[in-house]
């Protein structure tokens, strides 16, 4: 019987997040982000009628994955600025493959890397204000080139 590798638990970052209760060695599969694929449009309506955290993660196809929607705890994933996992597409599913070794205890994370269209106001910049006070903190959850 194989033994868990991360659990969902309340973060210092935000909310709920993941972390290792293993030695995860960089290069490791550690889980699918799950959920039901749908468009963004949907998703967006969906984010305005619930209130609270959204847990979408976009495909490259223009789709997306509601994990809020029979999705698993990968959704529970935090961003950092220097994270240590990131996000892998096959197709239409995304797996979380960690980055570095990964100490028992940490939180993994990875950078949201967001995109929105037209230039960021101070409000759209307050609204994705980056939490995860790492030494390369860009401040934002947006791209590099949208901050």
């Known amino acids: 019987m194989q033994q868990r590798r991360i659990t969902a638990r309340r973060s210092s970052v935000h909310g ?6 293993r030695p995860i060695a960089a290069g490791e599969r550690l889980i699918e982000y799950t959920g039901e694929r749908t468009t963004w449009r949907r998703a967006a309506a969906r984010q305005r009628a619930d209130a609270g955290h959204t847990f979408v993660f976009g495909l490259s196809d223009g789709r997306v994955i509601d994990g809020s929607r029979g999705g698993n705890s990968a959704r529970f994933l935090n961003h950092a600025c220097t994270p240590n996992c990131e996000a892998i597409e096959s197709g239409d ?16 994370f990875i950078d949201y890397a967001l995109v929105i269209d037209g230039e960021p106001t101070d409000e759209i910049r307050q609204q994705y204000a980056c939490r995860c006070n790492s030494p390369g903190c860009r401040r934002t959850m947006l791209g590099a080139s949208d901050g």
């Open 93 to 108: 599913r995304v797996f979380i493959h960690a980055l570095a070794d990964i100490a028992p205890g940490c939180e993994l």
């Open 16 to 21: 709920k997040g993941l972390f290792a209760l």
